[in-house]
């Protein structure tokens, strides 16, 4: 029995050893949470605990502390308190625990995680509200990171980040510095700040507004957003109604220690070279009279207040940790707004389409922003849906001002997010578009409800749509999908093509080979149908044949089309010799799916997944004149995205593999070096041989992917210079308005294939610098080049 | 403005497609304590297909590389289109097959989706399991990979085994159940019940 209980005994001293580590760290995580004792208790308590085990664990609480005020900055400020606690008890630890943090902030710097290493000094910075850190040592750091910035030659994108993440922090130490002895230095300090933030050139802010107007809320950039924010604060005396001050409670006890130095920090030298964040400009939809003036309901900060901010930082810290789990990340941003002191709903919606719409692509992707902001309606029923209505008018009411590339991306979220709440909408209110149509057929409004329809369209089916779109608005809605086969209705007799169209579909019918197939098309001739000169010259007739007869056959579905393709693929390139023709095919195959735009941008994925057609002849295609009526549809820029997009990819993808082949090829070599036997040697040589062959192979085939590339960016940049000019000279001869809609529509997208695909224009920048954007060329198109340029800086 | 269903599923994983039986030929691991597989926030669900001929593990390696997903509870009148709409959300798409009723080749209700990368597959695991498509919550699920036969229904009835026992009444999936619907028939004199109309299936689409 004795015996026994020892063993027992003995094992579970083990497995508290073992669990030791996990249990400090649950504890630290979960400090602040929920509990049936106040906070102030806890803290004590967990401090107790830490002082006990800090002895033989400093190292492990150091880390878990550092990294738990990272990961949740939503308590930053608690386990500010516990370190200053700590520092109470053991002043050794303070002075341990600062080197760690400088440490953790350089290896953050090398790594690149920017978010992380304002946190981190967010943190650093908040210590001095505990007593552990001595308020002129961190004013010294900050000096230091001012004066980087400030140094001539220092690209702007590092200097706004060394900047920001100074102002970041202001919030959380302007309260304590306010009558400091280290005031002086602290208001000094501030004005140098203010002097190189006003001092930014920010030319590239048009290329990232979500609207050119700022009536009736300014659009701001971050920096300046928050700079205006924080000079509010400082006139009020540094107050805030957001950031929790755990350690108030314990002034008296963290007065009674010391403060320590900061250690020497010196930023890494080469930060030049990095890649800093990019700008944006904070979206700002809502404003104190948003909300409604009742008792129950508080209200919303001005948008010019540091509420707003701090609110949105927490916002943003919850979206950036969560955003790979719809559900928990919509649970926890309902738990920030259980805090009542802020209409947290409108903020909310506020941050979640600042996210969506964010220029030039969204942080995550748009399904996320999509797929919270409908768990959020779901949890937060009485709250939230009403806000997200008001919100969703309020772009409504604001779409000739908005750009364009985010006209089309609001209305494909605003379908998906109808196609998941049974097309429930107040149809009502929008009713203006229908006579708005009439008068002006490109009115924004107008324009806007047609995209959303069409991509409810392709969400469901016709009739479903024709049923909950009231009748008022059939003016607006598609045309029921269908195709349009050319050799229909033709009486085959009166008809050269229909005639062998309907061979051809005889010779499939018999399943007969390529030759039988094309002796089918013999009558034809090897031109164009009406005997018009073709340079280069391509079988014009023939192609028309048989693409058209080919859609037929597979046009009943997605993977019928795919099968069709694939079994033709040969007969279709024995007509196709040329880039001519496979505009022509493009052309025949947009004149099949006239009424059925979704089918012809999966025709877009198929051709090119296929290889059927070229990007660069697809682009061509949708700048020809031919296209010029459908230049302001949301489908066509769909299908220069996809071949964009494709383009891209297939680098991206033999990249990949011609990386792979290389380590192959190395091992082989090895493997050859160390083969004793001349037989096992000589086929150990084969090896390496073939091995070299895959590299080449490799190599060869990112060189044309490269150059297709290229190729295809030259061209639709070149296509939209051709189309702006045109527009302005036609307009400046026939003295007409320069900037219309259309014109700055364009523009919009121009400045989007720039600043959205930038990693790849920037490897073409001397190209688009010495042959494009010429100092010959229209200003108004030439300064979208000059936005971009200071954009990526 | 917003409808809101008071029954609305949001867990992937324990959202069970038939769970009245055990006798389809994939089965729910019920260990609501095994280790979960995956990245986060598109894990493996504790569904594993038992026609595909290997070990649990080789399965299990196999959904983790995977690029294609399995979409259930789709309505029998959904077409390729709108699905590859909805998927096309999460990135390119390489194929999607749609799951056809054996016996009548008309679609049953599930389909396969098969991107070309695997970061896509998981974006849309992430997001789109529970999304709604025509009107139903469609549930997305690791696949281990396409194969010729995969597309065609197991049940009885040719469709899926779960409206083979589904006791309810679903006018997306061919109104009630296949096994009710033949009771029905048996009992009753057809001319005196009111069958439930049924609409028409779509033309066939096999190819």
Redesign the interface.
């Known amino acids: 029995m004795e015996v026994e209980q020892v063993r027992i005994n003995r094992k579970r001293k083990f497995d508290e050893d073992a669990d030791l580590n996990t249990r400090l760290e649950e504890l630290i995580k979960r400090i602040g949470e929920k509990s049936q004792e106040s906070l102030e208790t806890n803290l004590e308590r967990l401090v107790d605990i830490l002082d006990q085990e800090i002895t033989t664990k400093k190292e492990f609480i150091l880390n878990s502390l550092v990294k738990n005020a990272i990961e949740q900055p939503e308590k930053m400020t608690i386990y500010s308190t516990l370190v200053g606690l700590l520092n109470v008890k053991m002043f050794s630890t303070g002075g341990e625990f600062l080197v760690l943090i400088m440490e953790k902030l350089g290896t953050l710097i090398d790594d690149a995680e920017w978010r992380s290493v304002q946190l981190l000094i967010r943190f650093l910075a908040d210590l001095i509200n505990c007593n552990v850190v001595l308020g002129a040592s961190l004013l010294g750091l900050f000096d230091t990171f001012i004066a980087t910035a400030a140094q001539p030659g220092v690209k702007p994108s590092m200097r706004d980040f060394l900047l920001y993440s100074v102002m970041q922090c202001l919030p959380w130490i302007g309260l304590h510095f306010n009558d400091s002895k280290d005031e002086v230095e602290f208001e000094r300090l501030l004005d140098i700040l203010e002097t190189e933030i006003e001092k930014r050139e920010k030319h590239y802010m048009p290329s990232i507004r979500v609207w050119s107007s700022d009536n009736p809320l300014p659009q701001i950039e971050y920096m300046d957003s928050l700079w205006l924010q924080i000079k509010n604060m400082r006139n009020n005396n540094w107050e805030d109604n957001w950031i929790i001050r755990p350690y108030v409670a314990f002034e008296s006890k963290l007065e009674s220690s010391l403060q320590h130095p900061l250690p020497q920090f010196e930023l890494p030298a080469d930060l030049e070279h990095t890649q800093f964040p990019l700008p944006y400009v904070v979206f700002r939809i809502f404003d104190t009279p948003d909300v409604p003036n009742r008792a129950e309901v508080p209200k919303l900060p001005r948008f010019n207040s540091i509420d707003r901010f701090l609110v949105e930082d927490a916002i943003m810290n919850v979206i950036n940790s969560k955003n790979l789990t719809k559900k928990e990340c919509a649970e926890s941003l309902l738990r920030i707004s259980g805090r009542s002191s802020m209409p947290l709903n409108y903020m909310l919606v506020e941050v979640l389409f600042g996210g969506l719409l964010e220029l030039p692509v969204p942080r995550y992707s748009e399904l996320f922003y999509g797929s919270i902001l409908v768990q959020l309606c779901q949890l937060m029923a009485d709250h939230l849906p009403q806000v997200l209505a008001q919100a969703v008018a309020y772009v409504y009411e604001r779409l000739d001002t908005m750009n364009t590339v985010l006209v089309d991306r609001f209305g494909s979220w605003f379908a998906y997010f109808l196609s998941n709440f049974k097309y429930h909408w107040t149809w009502s209110e929008w009713e203006e578009c229908v006579n708005l149509n009439r008068t002006d057929q490109n009115h924004p409004k107008p324009k806007f409800l047609k995209e959303v329809f069409l991509k409810l369209l392709w969400l469901t089916f016709y009739e479903k749509l024709k049923d909950v779109i009231p009748d008022e608005f059939v003016t607006l809605l598609p045309l029921k999908p269908g195709y349009n086969h050319k050799f229909a209705e033709v009486t085959p007799e009166n008809n050269l093509q229909a005639k062998c169209a309907k061979a051809l579909i005889e010779s499939i019918k018999n399943k007969e080979g390529l030759d039988m197939m094309l002796g089918s098309l013999d009558p034809l001739p090897d031109g164009a149908i009406d005997g018009r000169e073709l340079d280069p010259v391509y079988p014009e007739a023939k192609l028309e044949v048989v693409v058209q007869t080919i859609l037929r056959v597979g046009c009943k579905s997605i993977s019928h089309i795919s099968v069709a393709l694939n079994r033709f693929r040969d007969l279709i390139m024995a007509v196709m010799p040329n880039q001519d023709a496979k505009v022509c095919c493009l052309k025949i195959t947009f004149s099949f799916f006239k009424t059925n735009h979704q089918l012809m941008c999966i025709m877009i994925e198929k051709y090119l997944n296929f290889q059927l057609i070229e990007p660069s002849c697809i682009v061509s295609w949708i700048f020809s004149p031919y296209m010029l009526p459908h230049f302001d549809r949301l489908y066509l820029w769909q299908m220069l995205d996809t071949t964009i997009k494709f383009c891209i990819k297939r680098c991206d993808r033999i990249k990949v593999e011609l990386e792979k082949s290389k380590v192959k090829l190395n091992e082989k070599k090895e493997q050859e070096a160390g083969a004793a036997d001349p037989d096992i040697a000589e086929k150990r040589k084969q090896l390496v041989q073939a091995a070299e062959e895959a590299v080449d192979h490799y190599v060869k085939l990112l060189e044309d992917a490269e150059r297709s590339q290229k190729e295809v960016f030259l061209i639709v940049v070149q296509r939209f210079i051709m189309i702006l000019t045109d527009h302005i000279v036609r307009s400046e001869q026939e003295s007409r308005y320069t900037q219309t809609l259309w014109f700055r529509c364009t523009r919009d997208r121009l400045r989007q294939t720039l600043v959205q695909y930038r990693r790849e224009v920037k490897r073409y920048m001397v190209t688009l610098q010495t042959l494009l954007f010429t100092p010959e060329i229209e200003p108004k198109i030439l300064e979208c080049f000059t936005q971009f340029k200071g954009y990526i800086a | ?4 269903p008071a029954h ?1 599923h ?2 992937g994983n324990r959202f069970r497609p038939y769970p009245h039986h055990h006798r389809g030929r994939g089965r729910w691991n019920s260990n609501k304590r095994a280790r979960i597989l995956g ?4 894990e493996l669900s504790r569904y594993r297909d038992q026609q595909y001929k290997g070990s649990r593990y080789e399965q299990e390696q196999k959904l983790l590389k995977s690029t294609t997903l399995y979409v259930g509870n789709l309505s029998f ?1 959904t ?4 699905v ?3 998927f096309r ?2 990135g ?7 799951g056809l009723d054996r016996l009548k080749k008309t679609p049953c209700g599930f389909c396969f989706v098969e991107y ?2 695997r970061p896509d597959a998981e ?1 849309a695991v ?3 399991n ?6 139903r919550q469609i549930r997305c699920d690791w696949d281990w990979g396409f194969d010729d036969g995969r597309q065609y229904g197991r049940g009885k009835s040719g469709g899926q085994i779960r409206d083979d026992y589904r006791q309810d009444f679903d006018d997306g999936r061919g109104g009630y159940g296949y096994l009710i619907q033949k009771t029905l028939l048996e009992t009753t004199n057809a001319h005196q019940m009111q069958m439930p109309p049924t609409m028409a299936p779509p ?1 066939s ?1 096999d ?1």
């Open positions: 403005m917003a409808d809101h609305f949001n867990s990245p986060k926030g598109a009148y077409t390729e289109e709108q590859h709409e909805v959300q999460a390119d798409i390489k194929r999607i097959i749609m070309f990368d974006t992430r997001f789109l529970g999304a709604k498509l025509d009107d033309a689409s190819s």
